[in-house]
């Protein structure tokens, strides 16, 4: 392990929230996925695809529950997703429904076009300040945030 003042001395700094490799700062609000970051709660059931895991009840279930998003993992009803990268595409929203989740996007009320971020165990779309929606197990969840 270095100590600070070695690391300093090759260029390495601590800034707040993030990490500075000189000359680049890279601050942890910058980093990909923080701004999801935080306690999400499942706020209602949107719409399901023709083949899912679980069934309407089980579905229904999930209403309430917390969706915890940190920048290391995700972790929802239990499951546990190690290291997501987050990565963000901008999509068609109606064409991104059919063609990768086989369901309709009307009942989403997501934005055309939507980002969509890949979180490695499921899909997140951002619907907009404070409101995501997931796709968990075959079913879309609209989630609303608690805190960070």
């Not at 923080?34 to 229904?60: F, H, M």
Request: charged letters at 30%; hydrophobic letters at 40%; one cysteine or more.
């Amino acid at each position: 392990m270095f100590s600070l003042k070695t690391l300093r001395r090759i260029g390495f700094y601590l800034a707040a929230g993030g990490l500075c490799i000189l000359p680049v700062c890279v601050l942890a609000d910058n980093l990909p996925g923080s701004d999801l970051v935080g306690r999400w709660r499942v706020v209602a059931v949107l719409d399901s695809a023709e083949i899912t895991a679980i069934d309407d009840r089980q579905a229904e279930k999930l209403l309430g529950k917390t969706l915890e998003i940190r920048k290391g993992w995700l972790e929802f009803d239990g499951r546990v997703c190690k290291n997501p990268s987050y990565e963000r595409t901008v999509e068609e929203t109606e064409r991104s429904f059919r063609e990768k989740g086989h369901v309709s996007s009307v009942n989403m009320h997501l934005p055309d076009p939507v980002t969509a971020i890949n979180a490695k165990c499921t899909d997140l779309f951002i619907k907009g300040q404070g409101k995501i929606v997931f796709h968990w197990k075959g079913f879309y969840f609209d989630a609303v945030r608690e805190g960070k």
